[in-house]
């Protein structure tokens, strides 16, 4: 365990010095210049000149780099062209708001989506099963700005039951993590669904229906904790992708989380921000499935063995 661990560790850190290479190259290519957004349109090219002298634009791109890496290094993420703030203490304070989002997204979509797939796979190729699969296609298509929109026409429009936007209490919470929820959950349900089929036409949950068990005691104790393997892997995919991918529902429902920041920071191509927020999402998901691989051996012992 400790020899695989070294070894994910090895090539987690590749991984991110790839991204941190990509995202560079990327940002350096971009038509848009972070010196005449800083200095502003009405800027003479002294002033725009002399703010990429200060930045260091003015430098060959692979001693920009390299420059990056070495603070980098040193666990610092740089400073914002726009907010003149440390980019690590902008990350900071909207890490919190973002990780709750994504917990509460998290449980949404892996509660659902297992009660769906299973439901559908025990009924499976009857009415419930076929409904089931088609909510699943409608959520896992639908984009998610549509999804947040209507929830809040109808429920906080509407009915008024949650907030339009904001932060801060329980309220705010439901529709965002619902957003987020109904696309993971098709997924989920459509995954679960293959596996406890999978799983219910083995032979020990015949010998298990066979001594007599219950059905519902059947699905819940013998089959389902043996379809949960794939689900660990989604669970630990899905923190990164919600790390860097709620910009959308965070900018609709106005959630002061890093989604927001990277949005306002590619408006205002403030690079180290943009840096900053894609480092740190990728880490998360490399942190998400490292996590994933070492709880795997715990619910099925046979991947411990090979």
Known sequence: MALILVKRVGSALLILLGIAAITFLLLYWMPADPA?????????AATIAGIR??????????????????????????????????????ITSRLPATLLLMAAGILVEVVTGLALGVLAAVFRGGVLDRTVMGLAFIGVSA????????LLYVFAANLG???????????????????LGVLGAGWYARMVRSAMIDVLSQDYV???RAKGLSGLRVVLRHALPNALLPI???IGIDIGQFMSGVVVVEAVFGWPGIGQLAWQAIQLVDVPVIMGVTLVSALAIVIGNLVADLVAPLIDPRIRAR
Request: cysteine-free.
């Open 36 to 44: 005449v957004q800083i200095a502003g349109r009405s800027a003479t």
């Open 53 to 90: 002298h200060q930045l260091g634009l003015d430098q060959p791109l692979i001693l920009q780099f390299l420059r990056y890496l070495g603070h980098l290094a040193e666990g610092d993420l740089g400073r914002s062209y726009a907010q003149k703030s440390e980019v690590a203490a902008l």
């Open 143 to 150: 984009p998610q700005f549509v999804v947040a929109l209507s």
């Open 161 to 179: 039951w949650f907030p339009m936007s904001g932060f801060g209490t329980v309220r705010h919470v439901v529709l965002p993590a619902l957003t």
């Open 206 to 208: 015949r010998t298990a």
């Open 232 to 234: 660990v892997a989604m």
